[in-house]
């Protein structure tokens, strides 16, 4: 498999498309920040939870289900709550919601021992319409219209609607359908295939065709991270060739964008500045 997985998922997501997430879901926050692999990414063993957002009061954990949840489910949620609580960086508190395309929106409670219970929300998709969401894109496709960042994200979520099998030919056409779409931004793009990877990783039974998609995947996400550095390289030399047009010294350009002064010196002879 793609040794892309924990380091690379969602390292790339914006804000706002995090945010459709939440739209989705019927979620308010006016700050929204994906967590990364450090803070997604414990204890591996155990601790693997699919998406953690940073909201205005709350650390959510997100989990993606195509399948009823049960206790084995709840047990481990609760692990992922606890860890999450015990290593977070800010004093809000930690809770989970389930994006299900199989049940109902309900409150589950799990009872953990005499004492306590555990609590989480189900959010129910199950009215989902997944030939009515490919369609819509297919039709702005064919229109040479650009869908927005919600029908995108909508049609990651379409193979977690469907069971068996079709699964597979649901993500194969999902991805397909992506990879047409010319006018993503990397975040979108990165959101979206990340929702497919985690259910192709997930649900997807078959080792051979899981390891397929995914390693399918994990090379599409690799190119996304590299423009995504390589942007970020191309934005930093160009804010250096403005200091140094304006006349401050590679020393003081070096100290001020914290990039080796062998750098700056390296781009200022390239400039010829």
């Given at each position: 498999m793609a040794e892309f997985q924990e380091d690379m998922l969602f390292k790339n997501v914006a804000d706002v498309d995090a945010r459709i997430l939440l739209d989705i879901m019927g979620i308010e926050s006016?700050?929204?920040?994906?967590w990364t692999k450090e803070l997604r990414q414990i204890d591996p063993t155990t601790y693997k939870p699919d998406l953690i957002l940073d909201l205005d009061d709350e650390n959510l954990i997100v989990e993606f289900q195509s399948t009823k949840v049960g206790d084995d489910f709840s047990r481990r949620a609760h692990s992922y709550v606890a860890i999450t609580d015990q290593h977070k960086e800010n004093d809000k508190e930690v809770n989970l919601v389930v994006l299900s395309t199989d049940e109902?929106?309900?409150?589950?409670?799990?009872?953990?021992?005499?004492?306590?219970?555990?609590?989480?929300?189900?959010?129910g998709l199950n009215n989902l319409s997944s030939s009515e969401i490919i369609n819509n894109v297919e039709?702005?496709?064919?229109?040479?219209?650009?869908?927005?960042?919600?029908?995108?994200?909508?049609?990651?979520l379409v193979p977690l609607s469907k069971k068996g099998?079709?699964?597979v030919e649901y993500i194969y056409k999902v991805v397909k359908l992506i990879y047409k779409l010319k006018n993503l931004s990397i975040s979108q793009l990165e959101l979206a295939l990340?929702?497919?990877?985690?259910?192709?990783?997930?649900?997807v039974e078959d080792d051979l065709e899981?390891?397929?998609?995914?390693?399918?995947?994990?090379?599409?996400?690799?190119?996304?991270?590299?423009?995504?550095?390589?942007k970020y390289r191309a934005g930093m030399e160009q804010i250096i060739v403005n200091f140094l047009k304006s006349g401050d010294e590679p020393e003081i350009i070096a100290e001020k964008s914290c990039i080796p002064l062998d750098k700056v010196l390296e781009i200022k002879e390239r400039h010829n500045l």
């Open positions: 006016q700050n929204v920040k994906v109902d929106s309900k409150i589950v409670e799990y009872k953990c021992n005499k004492l306590n219970s555990f609590k989480y929300t189900v959010i039709t702005k496709l064919k229109n040479k219209e650009i869908p927005t960042s919600k029908d995108v994200i909508l049609l990651s099998k079709n699964i990340g929702i497919l990877w985690l259910t192709t990783d997930k649900f899981r390891n397929n998609i995914c390693d399918r995947l994990g090379d599409r996400m690799s190119l996304i991270d590299e423009y995504g550095e390589n």
